[in-house]
């Protein structure tokens, strides 16, 4: 049996190799993945507690944090719902902070994921309310 060369690329991709894509891509994912690392092992106080109530399944789902999706990596994620839930604390208060998470959420949406944001005093002094808004979220989607 023989193999066949593929065409060389055109256009874009003109004089990059798959092999040089794939070597590419996985430095990306490396660095992804320390980022990721990086944050997990860092997490705000309000992403720590808001962690330790779904983390146990108390909304009868399975929860990840700092997950990837695509090239942004949220809070924390369901895939079973495709829900993502955002803890933006006082950095999201700048005009540049909002206008990229208006772009990034809307890009979420377009792949057909839902976001719920919440603030750090939210999780902090009003858990019960955030937990009781991600389940009426969840009973309403399933």
């Not at 949220?74 to 700048?94: K, N, S």
């Not at 990034?104 to 009003?126: P, S």
Request: one cysteine or more; a positive charge; glycine letters at 4%.
């Amino acid at each position: 049996m023989t193999f066949q060369t593929p065409p060389p690329c055109r256009g874009r991709w003109e004089g990059v190799s798959a092999i040089s894509m794939k070597r590419d891509r996985y430095v990306l994912d490396e660095q992804t993945k320390q980022r990721r690392r990086h944050l997990r092992a860092s997490l705000t106080k309000a992403e720590y507690v808001l962690w330790q109530e779904l983390r146990r399944k108390i909304l009868g789902l399975k929860f990840r944090r700092q997950a990837s999706i695509g090239k942004f990596i949220v809070d924390f994620y369901c895939h079973a719902l495709r829900l993502i839930i955002e803890i933006d604390g006082y950095v999201h208060d700048g005009a540049y902070q909002k206008e990229y998470d208006a772009f990034r959420e809307e890009w979420l949406r377009r792949q057909g994921y839902t976001v719920l944001r919440f603030t750090n005093d939210e999780v902090l002094f009003e858990r019960d309310k955030v937990l009781e808004r991600i389940q009426s979220w969840c009973n309403t989607s399933v």
